[in-house]
């Protein structure tokens, strides 16, 4: 049974170990009944959540929507630009990171989680360096950034990281390869990818629309177009950055994703009708609601 | 470095560097117990020099212990980033073990700021951390640091293993500095072109493959400037080089 802080020791008083007074208890009991046991990480929850950890998915939820895909030869990753203040300046906003030669990282959720995890892995890159003399492989790094997460979904007094991160890279065979890290610790390689606010209708699209085999271009119009379901449109919205066999990650200009955007939206758009056929268009158009109706 | 104990949370950030301070406990004194009648390091040499708009560094490719020449193709200048280099000149294992750490840690500052240090910035990085590493170890290498930045132009740092730093025109360390510091007194000016560089770098390695008790069969030369570091192909015995110039001496008198 936990105890309330007159019955335990003095020094426990505001620890995991005590029931903590929170108004919120009252008034939210009746939509979030698991509330007594979201308070801390440590603690499991009678139906096997630890709700920090949920919370730190909502979390990443929240972020600006990002994007991975893998193609035959290259790994893409694209990232929303949210819009910035007119005051600020938007260069210093960094979304993709490289974290080292070789390697790329984009993350989604609050962004200075994403800076301190991004700054501990370039030094784990360095350190892997020194150790083994040689550049530390995609599983390695992602397998690392997992293991930092998760150390925070085990340990009390703080709270998990509330980014998810797509690890990009080649293997050593010079294949490209995509992860994914969670909050919760967890990695996973995939084929394309998305995280962030609305990642649910990008990842809809990336289902029906990749195939294996994909080119790097057809790679980069997909990712552009899982993107333009999440942002408004236009090239300023959203950043991409590939990575090719040389395994040099490039950042696309502005300009460049203007003009594919352009095509992509020009595909979109249904064909003008020819002058002159609008009432054989209307009668199409009642023909296909016909069809609808009927059961 | 993050890391948790099983019994308390405790988080260590070191100065987010890479490698361990505390690692060898072995000093450079603890060392010299071994019985070594000449301290091991000295007979490794380095050299370097200012040029106009490049530096060049040259460094002994030869590791001995004792009286035994293990090998004679190594290569002690590190580069640590596309327009600096390290030469190092020292006990082997301390010189490899500093300048690969100092490889990764500016390499770290640079992915993880973002954007590249200068000569000046990285000179004064590896003088602080050997100074503060002085207090618990010895690393017995000698260094040159040259470097190229766009504002700045060329530059040449001399690092003693003490960690005395010096922004300097031509600098070398070993037994062999005894001769090579003098070739290049007489012959150094400034704004050296590349070739009347490479000439310099010749004499002075044949003066130290003259005069030098120890024999240094090859040296390995390279030049850092705005492209990046690139290994100069010169001639790997100089010996007959003098000769070569003398000779062209007596033409001239003729």
New interface residues.
């Given amino acids: 049974k936990q105890k309330t802080a007159y019955e335990m020791q003095r020094g426990l008083v505001g620890s995991e170990m005590c029931i903590r007074d929170s108004i919120n208890a009252e008034y939210m009991g009746s939509f979030n009944m698991s509330n007594r046991y979201d308070a801390a990480v440590t603690r499991f929850s009678p139906s096997g959540h630890l709700f920090q950890v949920d919370y730190a998915f909502e979390a990443v939820k929240k972020g600006a929507c990002a994007v991975g895909i893998k193609t035959k030869d290259s790994v893409i990753i694209g990232v929303e630009r949210k819009a910035t203040p007119k005051l600020q300046d938007s260069s210093t906003i960094?979304k993709i990171f490289?974290?080292?030669n070789h390697l790329a990282m984009a993350c989604a959720g609050l962004t200075a989680d994403a800076r301190v995890l991004t700054?501990?892995t370039?030094?784990e890159?360095?350190?892997y360096?020194?150790t083994y003399?040689q550049p530390p492989t995609v599983n390695y790094i992602a397998k690392f950034v997992a293991k930092?997460m998760q150390?925070y979904t085990q340990?009390?007094?703080?709270r998990p990281f509330g980014i998810g991160s797509l690890i990009v890279g080649f293997d050593q065979a010079k294949e490209p390869m995509l992860y994914l890290t969670e909050p919760s610790g967890s990695y996973s390689l995939w084929k394309a990818c998305s995280i962030g606010h609305n990642s649910k209708n990008v990842t809809e699209l990336l289902e029906k629309k990749y195939k294996d085999g994909l080119n790097h271009d057809e790679g980069i119009k997909l990712a552009i177009e899982g993107l333009l379901e999440v942002v408004e449109s236009g090239n300023k919205n959203m950043e991409i950055a590939y990575m090719q066999k040389d395994e040099k990650l490039v950042k696309m200009t502005d300009e460049e994703v203007k003009k594919l955007v352009e095509v992509i939206e020009k595909e979109k758009q249904p064909p003008a009708p020819a002058p002159g056929a609008g009432k054989k268009q209307l009668h199409t158009q009642q023909k296909y609601c016909l069809l609808y109706t009927s059961p | 470095?993050?890391f948790?104990n099983d019994t308390a949370?405790t988080e260590i950030y070191t100065r987010?560097i890479?490698?361990s301070v505390r690692c060898v406990q072995e000093t450079g004194y603890q060392r010299r117990v071994h019985g070594d009648s000449q301290p091991q390091k000295d007979m490794e040499c380095s050299f370097g020099f200012r040029g106009k708009d490049f530096v060049i560094l040259g460094a002994d490719a030869s590791i001995s212990f004792r009286v035994f020449n293990l090998k004679t193709t190594e290569d002690k200048i590190y580069p640590l980033d596309n327009t600096i280099a390290l030469a190092g000149a020292g006990d082997p294992a301390d010189r490899a073990v500093f300048c690969?750490?100092m490889q990764?840690?500016i390499?770290?500052f640079k992915?993880?700021d973002?954007k590249n240090l200068s000569t000046h910035a990285v000179a004064n990085f590896i003088r602080t951390f050997l100074a503060d590493s002085l207090r618990e170890r010895m690393y017995q290498c000698d260094s040159l640091i040259g470097g190229f930045d766009q504002g700045e132009g060329a530059s040449l740092y001399y690092l003693d293993y003490l960690a005395t730093l010096q922004k300097l025109d031509k600098a070398a360390h070993g037994y062999g500095a005894y001769f090579v510091l003098t070739v290049m007194d007489t012959h150094w000016k400034e704004n050296l072109t590349l070739e009347e560089g490479i000439e310099l770098a010749k004499m002075c390695i044949a003066e130290m493959q003259k005069r030098l008790v120890v024999n240094l069969p090859n040296i390995i030369v390279k030049c850092i400037d705005a492209k990046g570091i690139t290994i100069l192909k010169l001639s790997q015995n100089l010996f007959h080089i003098r000769f070569l110039y003398k000779k062209k001496k007596k033409k001239k008198k003729k």
């Fill in positions: 960094k490289q974290i080292d700054e501990r370039v030094l890159c360095q350190q360096r020194l003399d930092v150390r340990v009390g007094g703080r | 470095v993050f948790f949370t987010g890479v490698g690969e750490l990764r840690n390499q770290f992915y993880r973002g």
